[in-house]
């Protein structure tokens, strides 16, 4: 069966930053056809954009799906377009990208290969570059692990290839901003749904000064706080503990030998020898210019 995707594209006030997008989407989807028969089709999701119709001109040029939310609800973040979008999806499959971002050619049909063998949801590699596109960075994703995910660590990207059918009715809250995803995914996994990741970074993750995940507020680091609290209780409730992941793994031992330093440094035997030889030094380096200031003396 062939499969079909949509790419929701949530954008707002970046009409600039469109056209390079949507012409690397092009170019991932015409790739996408030739070599897995997959169509696609671009959906922009425009979050009440005052440009004065620039980001509906660039859709329409590219010939694109166009969606317009009237009433912008004041957050920094797309979460609303991107419910509305996964809403208003067709196919039997979708993916989230951003407005400023750009797809290699093999992008869609990369992940499309891994939805063939049975992947449900399928996330990928990719580069991070500067404001110019340039690639800085090359960032490789590993497989998710349910203790990763239920501790907030972002290990399945926001713009995953999902299946759809699997995803529209569950809960997409727009008020969870930045991690909105995060209990979707916590949810399929659960669920027994098969994730895959990609290790051939096939798109562009570009970095600027209007990127709006820079940073967490306080206000959202109190809903990331509280999310992943209840994600917790819920694979406790469902798998009767919290298991370690890999990355959580890494992430202990790399705190621990932090703290084992820390502790080394600051232990007292440990500071009166360091002074020890610090003495010793400056005791040495005073004889030091002693000789040489004799050697050299008229």
Do not use: C
């Amino acid at each position: 069966m062939t499969s079909s995707l949509t790419v929701i594209v949530p954008t707002r006030e970046r009409a600039e930053f469109l056209v390079p997008t949507i012409t690397s989407i092009l170019a991932a989807a015409a790739e996408a056809e030739r070599t897995t028969g997959t169509r696609t089709e671009i959906l922009v999701v425009d979050d009440a954009s005052e440009d004065d119709g620039a980001t509906r001109a660039v859709a329409e040029r590219f010939g694109t799906r166009y969606h317009r939310i009237v009433e912008h609800d004041g957050r920094r973040d797309p979460g609303v377009a991107i419910a509305r979008g996964v809403q208003l999806v067709e196919t039997s499959h979708h993916l989230l990208f951003g407005d400023d971002d750009a797809m290699l050619p093999m992008h869609v049909s990369t992940a499309m290969s891994f939805v063939s063998e049975g992947a449900d949801v399928v996330s990928t590699s990719y580069q991070l570059t500067d404001p110019l596109l340039r690639p800085t960075r090359t960032m490789v994703l590993e497989p998710p692990h349910i203790g990763d995910l239920a501790r907030g660590y972002s290990v399945v990207n926001d713009g995953a290839v999902v299946r759809t059918e699997l995803v529209r009715d569950l809960t997409w809250d727009p008020s969870l901003t930045g991690i909105m995803l995060l209990p979707l995914w916590v949810r399929l996994m659960l669920d027994g749904r098969t994730f895959a990741v990609s290790t051939t970074p096939t798109w562009l993750y570009r970095r600027h000064e209007g990127n709006i995940s820079a940073e967490l507020s306080e206000a959202d680091q109190a809903i990331r706080d509280r999310v992943v609290a209840d994600l917790q209780a819920l694979v406790v409730a469902e798998l009767g503990e919290l298991p370690d992941g890999p990355f959580h793994e890494r992430r202990k031992v790399k705190l621990a030998n932090r703290e084992a330093r820390w502790k080394a440094e600051n232990d007292p035997a440990t500071m009166a020898l360091i002074e020890k030889k610090r003495r010793r030094s400056n005791r040495i380096d005073v004889r030091l210019r002693r000789t040489l200031s004799r050697a050299i003396a008229p």
